[in-house]
Nanobody, 126 residues
Framework: QGQLVESGGGLVQPGGSLRLSCAAS????????IGWFRQAPGKEREFVAG????????YYADSVKGRFTFSRDNSKNAIYLQMNDLRLEDTAVYYC???????????????????WGQGTQVTVSS
């Protein structure tokens, strides 16, 4: 069983930036689909960004397209989410998740992922 640990969350003003990191251990993340999800209070967990295993194509939620950038550093077994132009509605707990069997049709579904990190809080507030 692999482990995922997120970091990099915090408090930021609207328009600001944060870079989230997800450190993977116990497995080679390049062989897994990785997704970033978020969950705001009272709302369901939603897909933010992700890519299939060894994938060069990244998928984004429409709400973050053009503002967030997903990336992998296979040499560090880490995954990142660069978040720019943050908005109040981006406030949530952000999670990274991994699974070997995610395909295009399921990459946006939280139920498709078996391994999850503990989450990191992102708060956008003036």
């Amino acid at each position: 069983q692999g482990q995922l640990v997120e970091s990099g969350g915090g408090l930021v003003q609207p328009g600001g930036s944060l870079r989230l990191s997800c450190a993977a251990s116990g497995f080679t993340s390049d062989y897994y689909a990785i997704g970033w999800f978020r969950q705001a209070p009272g709302k369901e967990r939603e897909f933010v960004a992700g890519s299939k295993r060894s994938g060069t194509y990244t998928y984004y939620a429409d709400s973050v397209k053009g503002r967030f950038t997903f990336s992998r550093d296979n040499s560090k077994n880490a995954i990142y989410l660069q978040m720019n132009d943050l908005r109040l509605e981006d406030t949530a707990v952000y999670y990274c998740a991994a699974d070997q069997n995610v395909i295009t049709s399921t990459i946006r579904s939280p139920q498709a992922y078996d391994d999850w990190g503990q989450g990191t809080q992102v708060t956008v507030s003036s």
